[in-house]
Nanobody, 115 residues
Framework: QVQVAESGGGLVQAGGSLRLSCAAS????????MRWYRQAPGNQRELVAS???????YYADSVKGRFTISRDITKSTAYLQMNNLKPEDTAVFYC?????????WGQGTQVTVSS
């Protein structure tokens, strides 16, 4: 089992920044990827960014150039640095950790961007 915990959400004005953290614990050997998703009210959950074990990253078009995913392998932690936030970024952000064929989810952290 892998436990996942997000932190760092909050309320920020448009144009501001936030950094989300995702800490994985438990059976964390051989993690394949860490991912950030978001879900706004009435919308489906969407993949925002991911980082694979080899360091390859992926970003949704809507966040390219504004968000940066990174990780600290020694701490089994991934980060999502979010800059130039927009009101449309308002959502619950979820972190997931992929180990083998199983994806483990955190409880989510709310990000609210005011205009």
């Amino acid at each position: 089992q892998v436990q996942v915990a997000e932190s760092g959400g909050g309320l920020v004005q448009a144009g501001g920044s936030l950094r989300l953290s995702c800490a994985a614990s438990g059976s964390i050997l051989a993690l394949n990827a860490m991912r950030w998703y978001r879900q706004a009210p009435g919308n489906q959950r969407e993949l925002v960014a991911s980082i694979r074990s080899g360091g390859t990253t992926y970003y949704a078009d809507s966040v390219k150039g504004r968000f940066t995913i990174s990780r600290d392998i020694t701490k089994s932690t991934a980060y999502l640095q979010m800059n130039n936030l927009k009101p449309e970024d308002t959502a619950v952000f979820y972190c997931s950790v992929v180990r083998g064929v199983t994806e483990y989810w955190g409880q989510g952290t709310q990000v609210t961007v005011s205009s």
